[in-house]
């Protein structure tokens, strides 16, 4: 089974939060915000050496918050795409009489740069087997055949094999070259071919690409996609195949239509190379995939109806086919089931006229597909086509209970302890600072609490913040109902915050001012708030991305 090991980016810092200002922020509100949150954190405002130390720390801070908002460049680049733009290399060329979206821009491009370097140290492989199994024997014994010594394994043979396997490597972001080959054998007799192929992105609305092979006589071929308007594309390829006795040409191009948010048409024209004309219509949606094709060849011409109903919330998908033509007709139905990330089964049952019963079982992970055909009866009988199907859903249950289930708990409750030790860690470093900030704000709320007093001004007697469920008819006192260890108390921060008996929080995450942490990551969040104003009991509780202004009137608490 696959193990996730995706890689949790911690939150960015807000600097606007942190400085307690809209985005919108004018120059002067963003200098008003920095003097006064650096007179809280400037270590010439304390005196104890440890605090002295820790204020430096919360000061640096400011003052990085502070350096980037105030810079018109900085401040573009840092709403644009975050901090990650302003730690990225070659920003020095990036003129600062630019526009926001010229930045932004910029900003893509040496984006690229880096990306067209890691991609160019890379390689994609892809890769294919394929096993043909003949089982006939189980089912069609002759009389004049049948061995009752003859045990279950000899019944079974391989028939042939087939290997595919392609390594692709990016030059650039426009160029790649993919080199792809393929080996196999059936009934005794091999065959192979080697492929090398370039492909040139010429501009965002086509490709071309150079195909080089040898196998059966070398081949090359010329292929090419072009949107020609938002709902017209077509592709398209002229393919030479040398023989020892002549040269072979093929052309085959495909027009695509549009025809509504969900559903295309295709028209295919194959000439030259096994001439055929082929139309198609696929409507796709999130619930089913349907696709009905006619196909007119000189080999062979059919009708085909294909329908996946697609289960999402089980990572599961049913399949079923319907095909008829001068070849004969089939009936197909599967399904393939979502077992992790990167891996799927697949199950699929083919009956048919002429060619009887057949399995076929299917493995994709990551970039490698196995499969599996097996040939149950060259005839449609009831045994092979009961079995076919009743088999592959007992072994799925089984496997699933006894192997599968088992290893998916044990993957989530380690993917469940590493996040947990690695929330721990952040928040743990953040509760520290937070400690910090509430320690160093500690006098200066002592001022702002004596000047409201004064004047019956705005006193935050109680501020929670975290996940904790605290009923509206039960806000009187009791706290029983409270999460203890997801909530803590902000009342120092939130008093500190109060100017001219006012308090405004923007819309952003409450976790990300001076003074707080988050106590509960990826879990809804609230600030509750308790405050006197005009020495009036006023309660609210807002959600944490909520802004808030206080007081106001609906806030305040009857107490008749």
């Known amino acids: 089974m696959d193990d996730d090991n995706d890689q949790d980016n911690p939150t960015e810092d807000d600097y606007y939060t942190f400085l307690n200002i809209p985005k919108n922020a004018t120059p002067d509100e963003i200098s008003n915000a920095y003097r006064r949150q650096s007179r809280l954190y400037h270590p010439d405002k304390h005196t104890d050496p440890l605090l002295k130390k820790e204020a430096e720390i919360l000061f640096n801070r400011t003052k990085k918050a502070y350096e980037v908002l105030r810079d018109p460049h900085k401040r573009a680049i840092y709403d644009s795409v975050g901090i990650r733009g302003l730690e990225i290399e070659g920003w020095e060329i990036v003129q600062r009489t630019k526009t926001p979206q010229e930045i932004r821009e910029e900003y893509e491009r040496l984006a690229r740069e880096i990306e067209e370097s890691r991609l160019q140290l890379h390689t994609n492989p892809k890769g294919s087997i394929t096993v043909n199994v003949n089982a006939t024997d189980l089912f069609n014994r002759y009389d004049n055949d049948y061995d009752d010594s003859r045990d279950l394994l000899s019944c079974i043979e391989v028939s042939g094999m087939s290997f595919t396997q392609s390594i692709e490597a990016p030059l650039t972001l426009r160029d790649t070259v993919t080199m792809y080959g393929e080996l196999g054998t059936q ?22 690409e150079l195909d080089v092979g040898a196998g059966n006589g070398p081949t090359v071929s010329v292929k090419g996609f072009r949107t020609l308007t938002r709902r017209l594309f077509c592709d398209g390829a002229m393919i030479l195949q ?143 086509v009961f079995y076919a199907t009743v088999i592959p859903l007992i072994t799925w249950t089984i496997v699933k209970k006894v192997v599968i289930d088992p290893v998916v708990r044990e993957r989530e409750e380690r993917k469940k302890e590493k996040q947990k030790e690695m929330n721990k860690t952040r928040t743990m470093e953040k509760q520290k600072e937070a400690k910090i900030a509430t320690e160093l704000m500690k006098a200066t709320v002592s001022r702002i609490r004596a000047e409201e007093e004064a004047k019956k001004g705005l006193i935050i007697t109680k ?45 952003a995450s409450k976790s990300q001012l001076p003074g707080f942490y988050d106590p509960c990551v990826e879990e809804e969040k609230q600030l509750l708030v308790q405050y006197l104003f005009r020495t009036q009991t006023h309660e609210c509780i807002i959600k944490d991305n909520a802004p808030l202004r206080i007081p106001l009137s609906s806030h305040l608490v009857n107490t008749t």
Not at 190 to 207: D, E, M
Not at 463 to 478: D, H, I, M, T
């Open 463 to 507: 501020a929670l913040y975290g996940r904790f469920v605290y009923p509206q008819e039960e806000r009187s006192g009791s706290e029983e109902h409270l999460h203890r260890d997801e909530v803590i108390d902000v009342t120092i921060p939130l008093q500190c915050l109060v100017k001219d008996s006012r308090l405004v929080l923007h819309d």
């Open 187 to 208: 009934n005794g007799t091999g065959s192979g071919s080697i492929n090398v192929s370039a492909r040139r992105l010429v501009s965002s609305k086509g490709w071309m």
């Open 242 to 384: 040398f023989t020892s006795r002549e040269i072979r040409p093929g052309i085959i191009g495909t027009l695509a239509m549009q025809l509504d948010k969900n559903t295309v048409g295709y028209l295919t024209y194959r000439a030259g190379i096994q001439s055929a004309m082929t139309t198609m219509i696929v409507r796709d949606t999130s619930r089913s995939y349907t696709a009905f094709s006619i196909h007119l060849g000189i080999l062979q011409s059919f009708v085909s109806l294909n329908y996946t109903y697609k289960m999402e919330e089980k990572q599961m998908k049913l399949r079923g086919s319907i095909k008829a033509g001068t070849f004969g007709a089939l009936v197909e139905y599967g399904a393939e089931k979502k077992v992790s990330r990167h891996s799927s089964l697949a199950a699929a049952v083919r009956v048919g006229l002429p060619t009887g019963v057949t399995l076929r079982l299917k493995l994709n992970r990551a970039s490698q597909t196995y499969t599996f055909s097996i040939h149950l009866s060259d005839e449609i009988l009831p045994a092979p």
